[in-house]
């Protein structure tokens, strides 16, 4: 019995001298000495045209090939009924005579009734239909005689009615019109398909067939998705970079990105096969291209409702280096540099010049305040080095005020990285654009990475980054805590040295939950849900709480990346009057920390706390998307003290006022 005491006795003293020594282990963070201040554009997002983020995603378009011009001209229609003779259905191609867009949809119609001739198309992965929501339906067309009466339908997977709408097509002079009808859902379906049945007799000529939802993002007619984009509005974004990413570049020279072609009208954009339709054999998307519905503009007209600085990415004359590594001569590289020129015009021009009235014409006069730029996207070697000099030079001679963002390649460890690193530096680069798509371990070793980082020099854009646990693990799979909180410790290290990074934002974006191409993603959605990762909701807890100036937050003098499994980062809001203080606790153990906030005056006298915490395999999912979320408490100071309990694997953020 004794002995059993005993025992008892020393479990009982090692908790009380263990917590003890966790109490004597205090923070230090000297609150009156601003350190940096805080860049605006600290935290972004990162948009590209992967896992179907574009069409099928937060661009509104629910048909699928509208213009007819995928590699397969059907693809995604299908044509039904009984009265469809030979030659009845046609493909045309205009060729040359209208490169932009030029098939069309010809349909001889011989006294049908309805049901006789039809065309129907499945959407993206079928289409997302709201009960109660107005539809607009659109289509242009040519009709060479006569009259026919268009019926218009949304059926759901049992093939149930659950919207539809009938209308003549007025116009026989046998020019190209345009036509609609709107209709509201009379119920819901994921996975509805749009029909167009055809009565009566006539020649028709049918192209950009579309359907769209009226409740898109502010209500714009063709419009995006709202609930996607309220999910970037909901982060607060410093910066949007937009077009991507890999399709920048593309997998030839042919297949790049060409801003010039996806603004003006929406059917003289021209479509190109998006290049995840081929990168993976494990995930082939043979439906996968880019409409260029979400264009330039639309990119720019975004970054400025979220209140982000636009970021866009331009081709620097060589394609993905993965792929056919094709390069431009440097002799015929001056296209590429003036399209680099013209987008700044598009962006910041006078409504006189040339680009400026283009941006005019399309209904924004004002100009978009463009004031980064990158040149390549994950370019490398001394290719790219002198086709980067080259912009640089164009660049900096007619806009010396654009700050312009170079690659490092596709990794931060390499030889090929720190070639870049050398040359980019001699050559007095704006900001350093590195990439990491790494472990969770490689997070937590790294997050000191950018302690010794020169000041002086280029600034850092952390422009991809994710924690990319065990790859048998697939899909949305591998969005659990044990990624989240790793990324977390590391964007510690990320704003602890915001004197050096600027700029930061997680790869990808968007996906969806049955058209992805790579995993992880900060965000998952089908055709009528949304949720947010618990990497997402690290995101959005430091792009929301950001602050204005940096404050050193310390132990014995050290600071905080990874002694005790402990990372901390610090900062002051001088507009709100706030200190942030963001704490990683990746021990499977809590901690008790006392916080003290030095040299600050009329210190609130109680803060709130915001845990994120989970087990390392949680993850949220459509069925349970708030598996991991944010909880709230209050806590009360002691003077200058804050006690807080941080629990095993979490991430903590205490705020307190101060006047």
Known sequence: MNFKKNIIFLLVLCTVIRVNAQKKEGILVRAGKADTEIASTMWGVFFEDINMGADGGIYAELVKNRSFEFAKPLMGWSVKGKKIAEGDVLVLNRQENQVANPRFLRLNVNAAMKGDVGIINEGFKGMGIKKGVRYDFSLMYRQQRSHVTLYVSLTDEQNNT?????????????????????????????????????????????????????????????????????????????????????????????????????????????????????????????????????????????????????????????????????????????????????????????????????????????????????????????????????????IKAKYPEIQLIYSSGTDPDSERFRYLNGELRAMDANVIDEHYYRSPDWFLKNAGRYDQYDRNGPKIFAGEYAAHVDGKITGSNRNIWQAAIAEAAFMTGLERNAAVVNMASYAPLFANTEGWQWAPDLIWADNLNVYGTPNYLVQKLFSTNKGTHTLSASIDNKSISGADQLYVSAVADRTKKEIIIKLVNTDTESKIREITLDSWKNIGSSGKLTVLKGNLTDRNSMENPALVSPQEQDIRLKGKTATVTLPPNSLVMLKVKYN
């Open 162 to 394: 659950i919207a539809e709408t009938h209308f003549k097509l007025a116009d026989t002079s046998g020019t190209w019109q345009k036509q609609g009808m709107s209709f509201d859902a009379t119920d819901a379906s994921g996975k509805a398909k749009l029909n167009i049945w055809f009565e009566g007799t006539g020649l028709l000529d049918l192209d950009m067939i579309s359907l769209f939802p009226s409740d898109t993002w502010k209500g714009r007619k063709g419009g995006m998705r709202s609930d996607m984009i309220q999910m970037l509005a909901d982060m607060k974004p410093g910066f949007i970079r937009f077009p991507g990413g890999c399709i920048v570049e593309g997998i030839d020279l042919a297949n790049r990105y060409q801003w010039k072609k996806t603004i003006g009208p929406i059917e003289e954009r021209q479509l190109i096969m998006n290049r995840w339709n081929v990168e993976f054999s494990h995930r082939p998307a043979p439906d996968y291209f880019q409409t260029f519905g979400l264009g330039f503009f639309e990119y720019f007209q975004l970054a400025e409702d979220l209140g982000a600085a636009p970021l866009p990415i331009l081709n620097c004359g060589m394609a993905c280096q993965f792929n056919t590594a094709e390069v431009v001569p440097l002799e015929q590289l001056d296209p590429y540099v003036q399209d680099a020129l013209d987008l700044i015009e598009f962006a910041n021009g006078d409504v006189t010049s040339e680009w400026g009235s283009v941006r005019a014409k399309m209904g924004h006069s004002k100009p978009f305040n463009l004031k980064y730029l990158g040149i390549g996207n994950e370019n490398w070697g001394p290719q790219y080095v002198e086709r980067a000099k080259v912009f640089q030079q164009a």
